[in-house]
Every structure is written in structure tokens, then in C-alpha cells.
């Protein structure tokens, strides 16, 4: 099966691609493409899964770079190919050629950044605790450190869980209306005391709040088994295990 990639016009002219599982050498609960090294998954299987990827990037595939994703705010300016160990951070930026950032995630948000007028690109793992302590303003501020211009960066939220998978109880709410009494917009009432959490419309105020123009794929990562890895429907499924995604982009 070939590799089936999730692109967005406003990340033109930039290689990128937001991959779904299909097209992936890994077998059982990880059938498709999964490319996280830390699942259980075979290490090997991840390595040809790695490599399909960096091969529709069209780099090698010591140049796919990954960070050791912690839900941080923190960055990294990658130059080179990183050694191991990897640094622990959520976001990647460089202004480097033939350098393909990515990010790992199953139900995260994974946003891809592109300044095409000044070349620089960015990527991020934005889960709800990165997005809360600001990893998608940090890696804007990482880029414009590298040349990028505020309002020339654009940003695509890639597949994630939506607000009709993603149940949380009122002490999540809670946290985040302690924050700021406006993030109510981002829920809605739930079954019983439960509340849905917006998860990409947060990702999304979040960007635009810091001045670039903002989209999502839309798609849910939860409610689309064939195509997707989810951390929550493994969980509720009771597997033992689940795939990682992987998006990239390069210059």
C-alpha cells in the first residue's frame, strides 16, 4: 500500500506532509506506519516505517529529524542531524536546507509552521499541557529568532483528536478557566459531570493569538481507526499498545 499524505496549500512550496498510518511495514495493533521508536513496536519495522518517510521527503533518512517529545514548551534549533541522546523538547525550527523537522504524536496536535518569504520552518507536538504552557508561541519566537517575520508565518494543525472524542472531568476545565475565564469557549457539556474539550479551536486561538495565520486539516484521529493512531481509543479499547503518527515538513 502506498503512503497516503495529508497536505495543506499554505504550507506551499514546502515539502511537507501530514502522514497517516496507511502504507506502513507494521503489523498487529501497530498495522500501518507507525514511526514512534518508543512504542513496542519492532525497533526494526520503526526504522523501514522511518525511512519510507524520509524517502517521500526525499532526504536521508538520518536527516528526519525528531526531538525526545516530553509535552514541553521547549525548542529546538536544529542545524545538523541530532545525536543521541535526543534532546528532550516539542518543537523543532531551523532555516537549514535538507533538514525534514517532524513530530510524533496520537492525538496531539502536530503543527507544521512555514515562513516561505524569509525560509524558515518550524514544527511542533502540541498536546493540551505543551499548548497550555505555550510550546506554539515558543516556536514561533524560535523562528523569528532565525529571520522568520511574524505575520509571514503560517500554520497547519494536522490530524487530531476533535472535541466530540475528547472527555475530560471539571477539574481540567477548571484548570484552564483558572487561567483565563474565556477558555469556556472551549468546552461543552459532556455526559453527567463530564465536559468535551475543543482541543484544535485551542491550538488555533492559541496561534492566532501570537500573530500568524492559522488552520486544521480537520480531521479527528480518534474516530478514523483505518487511518489514525489515538492514544485514547487504544485506551479504550484496552490494547496494550498504540502507533505514533508522524508529520514533516522541510525546506
Known amino acids: 500500500m502506498t503512503l497516503e499524505i495529508i497536505t495543506a496549500e499554505t504550507l506551499a512550496p514546502f515539502r511537507h506532509g501530514f502522514f497517516t498510518r496507511r502504507g506502513g511495514a507494521s503489523s498487529g495493533i501497530f498495522a500501518g506506519l507507525n514511526c514512534g521508536a518508543g512504542s513496542s513496536d519492532l525497533s526494526e519495522i520503526v526504522s523501514i516505517n522511518r525511512g519510507r518517510?524520509?524517502?517521500a521527503m526525499d532526504v536521508p533518512a538520518t536527516h528526519l529529524i525528531t526531538a525526545h517529545q516530553v509535552h514541553s514548551p521547549d525548542v529546538v534549533h536544529v542545524t545538523a542531524p541530532l545525536e543521541r541522546p535526543l534532546p528532550q523538547a516539542d518543537a523543532l525550527v531551523?532555516?537549514?536546507?535538507?533538514?525534514?523537522?517532524?513530530?510524533?504524536?496520537?492525538?496531539?496536535?502536530?503543527?507544521?509552521?512555514?515562513d516561505p518569504d524569509n525560509h524558515v520552518i518550524g514544527a511542533a507536538h502540541a498536546?493540551?499541557?505543551?499548548?497550555?504552557?505555550g510550546v506554539l508561541e515558543a516556536t514561533v519566537d524560535a523562528?523569528?529568532?532565525l529571520g522568520a517575520a511574524r505575520d509571514s508565518i503560517r500554520a497547519v494543525i494536522g490530524p487530531c483528536i476533535s472535541q466530540r472524542a475528547y472527555?475530560?472531568?471539571?477539574?481540567?476545565?477548571?484548570?484552564?478557566l483558572s487561567e483565563d475565564p474565556d477558555n469556556a469557549r472551549f468546552f461543552a457539556p459532556g455526559a453527567g459531570e463530564k465536559q468535551q474539550f475543543d482541543l484544535p479551536a485551542y491550538g488555533l486561538h492559541r496561534l492566532t493569538r501570537a500573530g500568524v495565520q492559522a488552520d486544521w486539516c480537520?480531521?479527528?484521529?480518534y474516530s478514523d481507526a483505518d487511518r489514525f493512531y489515538s492514544y485514547r481509543r487504544t485506551t479504550h479499547a484496552k490494547e496494550a499498545d498504540y502507533g505514533r503518527l508522524i508529520s514533516v515538513i522541510r525546506l
Request: glycine share 6%.
Open 53 to 55: 518517510v524520509a524517502d
Open 94 to 114: 531551523t532555516n537549514q536546507p535538507d533538514l525534514a523537522l517532524a513530530v510524533l504524536t496520537a492525538d496531539c496536535q502536530p503543527v507544521l509552521f512555514a
Open 127 to 133: 498536546g493540551w499541557r505543551g499548548a497550555r504552557d
Open 143 to 145: 523562528m523569528i529568532a
Open 167 to 176: 472527555e475530560v472531568g471539571p477539574e481540567f476545565r477548571d484548570t484552564f
Open 218 to 221: 480537520r480531521h479527528c484521529t
